[in-house]
């Protein structure tokens, strides 16, 4: 088994079990955000289009994105503000399986396209906190608003950052990435960094860039790392 040095995981649908009421959440938050911000636009208006967007492209913000030039600034953390975050299952498996990690010889890091106080609000409330750097918590909008299926630049922000701490530098094979989406996972891939995709139920896909597959994040914790 490799001896990782840097743990790297997505945060939604990752670390939990996205339930059917986060996207009617997420529909209502960007609703609101969107009427706070956009002249003449009202809830009313706003929910149907967030609504019609997710089930069209899975998407909420797409449409306002479009019709009314808003960009990442505008919306961003405004929206993640208001998603409820308490819809969100609580799994005690996940928090024993972190507990048993011993954080002297790996660091845990997170890699999300959500924002800085949505990844707090969700690791409070999953109980997960305590297990985490909060240096190395890594939002959407700390490195520029980068996707992690476009650009390596996510990822080297985080392993800079990593390095620093222990003082000498980390090999991208010392280092696993964690996500639900097999897209997200094509730039760590090609770095060289290990992939582990999270199935939550799903079939197993074989894809070549993906060298673990794993039904949750203790699945993973256990196969990589304990």
Known sequence: MAKFKLAIFDLDNTLYREPPTLSRACEVAMARAVADVVPGMTYDIALPMAIESNAQCGSVAAPFFERFQLNHKD????????????????????????????????????????????????????GLTEFFDPDLIIPFEEPGYYYKHDS???????????????????NT??????????????????????????????????????????????????????
């Open 75 to 126: 919306l961003h953390e405004r929206y993640h503000s208001y998603v409820d975050h308490l819809v969100l299952p609580k799994c005690e498996n996940t928090r024993n399986a972190f507990a048993k990690i011993d954080r002297n010889k790996i660091q845990l890091g997170i890699l999300t396209h959500g924002s800085q106080g949505w990844a707090e609000r969700v690791l409070d409330h999953l």
């Open 152 to 170: 390596e630049i996510p990822f080297r922000h985080l392993m800079a950052k990593a390095a620093r701490k222990t003082g000498g530098d980390i």
């Open 173 to 226: 094979g010392e280092i696993f990435m964690a996500d639900d989406l097999e897209r997200n996972l094509t730039v760590p891939h090609a770095m060289g960094l290990t992939t582990v995709l999270i199935l939550h139920g799903r079939a197993r896909t074989g894809l070549p860039h993906l060298q673990h597959e794993c039904e949750d994040v203790s699945e993973v914790l256990q196969k990589l790392i304990a």
